[in-house]
T-cell receptor, first 113, second 113 residues
């Protein structure tokens, strides 16, 4: 069966510091991968998605970037964090097929101080 | 373009009462619709999904949703609320390419004893 791992679970970083959140999927190949951000009371915002290695689509201009160095690895990064980057970050995956379901990791809490 | 609107950011019901969480969608293609549940500090779990088969979809934990094209709605219901149903619920729609998923802003369900 497929599983998705996301880490770290919790992170407290100072303003201006770098960020790296990692996500890996097991038990499937060539998944579509996603990063969402969930800010308090604002639902889920799609940040990036990827349909293959090195292919990244950005949904919202921001201080963050994403990379997909391997088929089942998706990384969310920032060179200099802002206070507004605080939130709950969720990695997710799908098979990309018709009627597919999107599956989520457990999330990473980022607090920028 | 696809979008989802969830009416009511907070819904409160008594234990044993009917649960009704509202979702309206906008889609330029026949939609694939989903309901997810999120417990505190966790990722999202799939409750049920509509993929153009039966309009009444049954999910886990006694939840069901009915797709009504004429009303562009996909409301979530449960006949009798349980304390363990207290969580946040998200409605989502998939785009025609099945690469992106758009989520509503969420509805927090409170169940009173």
């Amino acid at each position: 069966s497929q599983t998705i791992h996301q880490w770290p679970a919790t992170l407290v970083q100072p303003v201006g510091s770098p960020l790296s959140l990692e996500c890996t999927v097991e038990g499937t190949s060539n998944p579509n991968l996603y990063w969402y951000r969930q800010a308090a009371g604002r639902g889920l915002q799609l940040l990036f998605y990827s349909v293959g290695i090195g292919q990244i689509s950005s949904e919202v201009p921001q201080n963050l970037s994403a990379s997909r160095p391997q088929d089942r690895q998706f990384i969310l990064s920032s060179k200099k964090l802002l206070l507004s980057d605080s939130g709950f970050y969720l990695c997710a995956w799908t098979t990309g097929n018709s009627g597919n379901t999107i599956y989520f990791g457990e999330g990473s809490w980022l607090t920028v101080v | 373009a696809q979008s989802v609107t969830q009416l009511g950011s907070h819904v409160s019901v008594s234990e044993g009462a009917l649960v009704l969480l509202r979702c309206n969608y906008s889609s330029s293609v026949p939609p694939y619709l989903f309901w997810y549940v999120q417990y505190p500090n966790q990722g999202l779990q799939l409750l049920l999904k509509y993929t153009s088969a039966a309009t009444l979809v049954k999910g886990i934990n006694g939840f069901e949703a009915e797709f009504k094209k004429s009303e562009t709605s996909f409301h979530l219901t449960k006949p009798s609320a349980h304390m363990s149903d207290a969580a946040e619920y998200f409605c989502a729609v998939s785009d025609g390419n099945f690469n992106k998923f758009y989520f509503g802003s969420g509805t927090k369900l409170n169940v009173k004893p």
